[in-house]
Antibody
Framework: EVQLVESGGGLVRPGGSLRLSCAAS????????MSWVRQPPGKGLEWVAN????????AYVGSVKGRFTISRDNVEKSLFLQMNSLRVEDTAVYYC????????????WGQGTLVTVSS | DIVMTQSPDSLAVSLGERATINCKSS????????????LAWYQQKPGQPPKLLIY???TRESGVPDRFSGSGSGTDFTLTISSLQAEDVAVYYC??????????FGQGTKVEIK
């Protein structure tokens, strides 16, 4: 069974940092692109970042470029999101999600982890 | 970026009746290499992550009931629930995966029981 389990969310002050993790199981992690998608409370979905199978390629939505870094460890079957210079508007549930390639949809999602940026 | 616009923002449908959600993209998402539209539909129930329902605009994901169907091409797409059931109450999102590696979602459509 495919499982994606996020962790690392919490309350952080504006300007602070947080590192999210996503533990994968039930599939060959190194064969899939992985992404982070976020959802502010009561609002819609926004794709944040993705990384290709071997970690050699990354992409980000404009609002997080230069502040967030996506990475992966294929040995540990884990996905990460390092978030620096956090802003109030980064408050959201962050989901990790799987895609087969860069031209396929998200077929599995984790349950999400809540990040709250507030003073 | 490709902008995805859904309509309506919400709708209330009687049990057993048809529900129709529209999604319009700011440019064509027809993928020339396979002549398929890079458009997916997701269902999100309260407190849960999104669930993939439809991909390539009209292909139903395994296990999705056949009352859910997708149609459309180019820039205009539709998700239809042919006979609304109580368990279909949710927010539905369209998503384009044409302009990779950056993907965008519609704003969501909330479906309720009338």
């Amino acid at each position: 069974e495919v499982q994606l389990v996020e962790s690392g969310g919490g309350l952080v002050r504006p300007g602070g940092s947080l590192r999210l993790s996503c533990a994968a199981s039930g599939f060959t992690f190194s064969s899939y692109w992985m992404s982070w998608v976020r959802q502010p409370p009561g609002k819609g979905l926004e794709w944040v970042a993705n990384i290709n199978e071997d970690g050699s390629g990354e992409a980000y939505v404009g609002s997080v470029k230069g502040r967030f870094t996506i990475s992966r460890d294929n040995v540990e079957k884990s996905l990460f999101l390092q978030m620096n210079s956090l802003r109030v508007e980064d408050t959201a549930v962050y989901y990790c999600a799987r895609t087969t390639t860069m031209t396929t949809p998200f077929d599995y999602w984790g349950q999400g982890t809540l990040v709250t940026v507030s003073s | 970026d490709i902008v995805m616009t859904q309509s309506p923002d919400s709708l209330a449908v009687s049990l057993g009746e048809r529900a129709t959600i529209n999604c319009k993209s700011s440019q064509s998402v027809l993928y020339n290499s396979n002549n398929k539209n890079s458009l997916a539909w997701y269902q999100q129930k309260p407190g849960q992550p999104p669930k993939l329902l439809i991909y390539w605009a009209s292909t139903r994901e395994s296990g999705v009931p056949d009352r859910f169907s997708g149609s459309g091409s180019g820039t205009d797409f539709t998700l239809t629930i042919s006979s609304l059931q109580a368990e279909d109450v949710a927010v539905y999102y369209c998503q384009q995966y044409y302009r990779s590696p950056t993907w965008t979602f519609g704003q969501g459509t909330k479906v309720e029981i009338k």
